[in-house]
């Protein structure tokens, strides 16, 4: 698949290369996994050499190993035997002193599992050479806590040494129009929503898409839910070993988020254990669920709603691991016929948010959201607001136009409408039609 979008990233990332040249960079890159972070740094770093060590989950003996072979033949640098990592790292310093180049440090946090004083280690490295030093060295990871706490904790030693962070996110809903229209010049509306249903603008998604020649809706679904598909465990891959021994019940928690639970009390009553704490977590620390209030609504308010955030997880929690016994029996029939069977209903919420972030993403408005009432009344499914020019667009989605009902939407909306007097205040419908 063609390298898309990113220009943004790829400019500054550009321009970084070229501060290089003249002072040492340090440079954080962080997203969930499979977002494309990888491959953005191979295609951003062209101009000067390009040295990259993943840190895989092995002794630091063997990874000093592998790095110094990958010296030797991207630089040309013979550094002998290392068999720690602070070592060698000052040894690519006093290169880097004579020589401008790129080092990506990938899957940066797994050093925690290897020796956790290497970070000290390289704190006091950096800190001693970065002066006459001319390294790009950029720093990727995709575990959002221990990216944060290694690089913004006030106590770990690298806080305060980078120079530029960037978080990568998913494509976004035009890129995934490009992307169908290369490959699928007459897709319809509704691959489009089962293309952002099920990929989320995930790159690599994407990518397992493309290869597999899916780009029909019944053909995601197929290949999503299908003997030996990349699919199947990849809930388990992404989350088992960041959550730890808890995993089990976020994991329920999760589940029940997806299965359209939004309250705490609704969670913990489903889930069978108080589900607070779990969801603080799974918001602050993991940004996987978002803690939501509706518009108009203060930050101290208690009319809270929380919403699985990151779209493959939430086809995945309430497909895949919903109906992991069958998955385990190889009965994907069955599971394929779930997702059949609850499409409609399922999408229906996808839309929701997809039009929700296609008015986020249009550059127009200051706040996109969505709003109720205590006691889930008088919900609105989009709230699009530009204080600036004093204009505010309500909307509802349905995937039938013929249910839109635009008399009922401004009965709904009545107290937005009393606290903007003098505003212009549109009232639309959105259906399958407007995507």
Not at 125 to 135: C, G, P, T, V
Not at 381 to 392: F, G, H, M, Y
Request: charged fraction near 30%; glycine fraction near 6%.
């Amino acid at each position: 698949m063609k390298f898309y979008d990113r220009e943004q990233e790829l400019a500054a990332l550009k321009e970084i290369e070229d501060i290089s040249g003249r002072y040492a960079q340090m440079t954080i890159i962080t997203g969930r996994r499979r977002v494309g972070k990888t491959t953005l740094v191979k295609e951003a770093f062209r101009r000067i050499p390009f040295v990259y060590f993943f840190v895989g989950k092995k002794s630091e003996r063997m990874l000093c190993q592998d790095y110094s072979e990958i010296l030797y033949e991207v630089l040309g640098e013979d550094l002998g035997d290392f068999s720690s990592f602070p070592r060698l790292f000052r040894a690519i310093m006093n290169i880097s002193k004579r020589k401008n180049f790129t080092l990506v440090l990938d899957e940066f946090q797994n050093f925690r599992y290897i020796n956790e004083s290497i970070f000290a280690d390289m704190q006091n490295i950096w800190d001693e050479n970065k002066e006459e030093s001319r390294l790009n060295l950029v720093i990727c990871g995709s575990s959002y806590v221990k990216m944060k706490k290694i690089f913004e904790d006030k106590d770990e030693p690298l806080y305060g040494r980078k120079t530029a962070k960037f978080q990568i996110r998913p494509f976004g809903i035009s890129i995934l129009k490009a992307i169908l229209s290369d490959y699928n010049p007459e897709y319809t509306n509704e691959d489009l929503l089962t293309f952002y249903m099920i990929t989320g603008g995930v790159a690599k998604y994407v990518e397992l898409l493309v290869m597999r020649d899916a780009f029909t809706k019944e053909k995601m679904i197929s290949s999503v839910i299908s003997p030996g598909s990349y699919f199947l465990d990849e809930g388990n891959e992404l989350l088992v070993d960041e959550f730890g021994k808890d995993y089990g019940n976020y994991f329920s928690v999760l589940t029940s988020l997806a299965g359209g639970k939004t309250t705490r009390g609704e969670i913990s009553a489903e889930c069978g254990f108080d589900a607070g704490g779990y969801l603080e977590r799974l918001d602050n620390d993991y940004d996987i669920v978002k803690k939501a209030r509706p518009y108009m609504a203060g930050d101290k308010s208690k009319n809270v709603q929380f919403v699985l955030n990151d779209n493959f997880l939430n086809f995945w929690f309430r497909f895949i691991y919903k109906y992991h016994s069958a998955v385990e029996i190889s009965n994907l029939e069955y599971v394929r016929n779930k997702v059949i069977a609850d499409y409609s209903t399922y999408s229906g919420f996808v839309l929701e948010k997809y039009f929700r972030q296609s008015f986020s993403e249009s550059g127009k408005w200051n706040i996109v959201t969505n709003y109720w009432e205590s006691g889930m009344k008088n919900e609105i499914d989009l709230v699009a607001v530009n204080d600036s020019e004093k204009t505010i667009v309500i909307g509802e989605s349905k995937r039938n136009p013929d249910k839109i009902h635009l008399d009922k939407l401004k009965e709904k909306a009545a107290r937005i409408v009393s606290h903007h007097n003098g505003w212009d205040i549109r009232f639309i419908g959105l259906s399958m039609k407007d995507m």
